[in-house]
């Protein structure tokens, strides 16, 4: 008979909460445990913890023993963008949800909404959390003014202190505008690239100011080594703008999906 982490000698009770899906509840705390693959099922995840690797880096002891295998479970966010904390066994791979924590998960199961906008959006909401990496030279005011900041999902945005502006490592730019690639059609832009005397923060390379989009009059400055791109304060929401007309919302949402997938958000059929 499975124990309560909770409660010391509470007996487990079978409980079904789903019409498919049946867990282990202690009738004195609320406590639930799900084994492998049931948290998953309840909230129609692909994976019981999405971004369990990054997320188990940052787990810690939680003091409660495993109710299936009795060794020690670490305590860890169930998302990177919730507050819910849960007890997680990395040796039978079961989580334990302490009492009045299955509403809060069905809450983050409902919002797929918020899932989509963290895949699109989210990386660019600064979270305010200066990064431990040394700065990077900022291409226009050519000093380390580029700090990294991490957001809430562990994406990394480089801006600077100084002007604003924003570097975005190449895929960057794709992912925030929900394009395929960083350019909408870059085989049409690239014929306007002049050289500049702008370096490359990352490589060192001299960039190039080009146009964004053969239909605009935004300029950018790109690196043609690495595929970093440097967009001046304010110019990331002109992206957004341009991307919009770029590809269909059909096309936008199976990439997106695809996306969710494959970080354990959804299952495709």
């Not at 998960?105 to 200066?130: C, M, P, Q, T, Y």
């Not at 490592?169 to 870059?186: C, I, N, S, V």
Request: net charge negative.
């Amino acid at each position: 008979m499975k124990k309560c982490p909770n409660c010391e000698g509470t007996d487990l009770i079978v409980q079904k909460i789903s019409a498919n899906i049946e867990v282990d509840a202690c009738q004195k705390c609320g406590g639930v445990w799900f084994e492998k693959g049931e948290v998953g099922d309840f909230t129609n995840f692909a994976k019981d913890i999405p971004d369990l690797a990054r997320l188990a880096k940052e787990a810690k002891p939680s003091g409660k023993n495993c109710p299936e295998c009795s060794v020690g479970m670490k305590e860890m966010k169930y998302t990177g963008s919730s507050e819910l904390m849960i007890d997680y066994c990395e040796s039978c791979h079961g989580v334990w949800f302490d009492g009045g924590e299955l509403g809060e998960l069905k809450n983050i199961a409902d919002k797929l909404e918020d899932v989509k906008l963290r895949i699109s959006r989210e990386v660019w909401k600064v979270r305010f959390g200066l990064h431990q990496r040394s700065a990077l030279a900022c291409p226009k005011c050519k000093e380390k003014t580029l700090h990294t900041f991490n957001t809430s999902e562990g994406v990394t945005v480089d801006l600077c202190d100084k002007c604003r502006g924003m570097w975005m490592d190449k895929g960057e730019t794709a992912r925030a505008a929900e394009l395929e690639a960083d350019f909408p059609d870059y085989r049409a832009v690239a014929p306007t690239a002049v050289l500049t005397n702008f370096v490359c923060p990352t490589c060192g390379n001299k960039m190039v100011t080009m146009k964004y989009s053969p239909e605009s009059d935004l300029l950018i400055e790109y690196c043609q080594k690495c595929g970093g791109m440097f967009l001046d304060a304010g110019e990331m929401s002109k992206v957004e703008t341009i991307s919009a007309n770029a590809e269909s919302a059909g096309k936008k949402l199976v990439r997106c999906l695809k996306q969710m997938h494959d970080e354990g958000y959804v299952k495709l059929m």
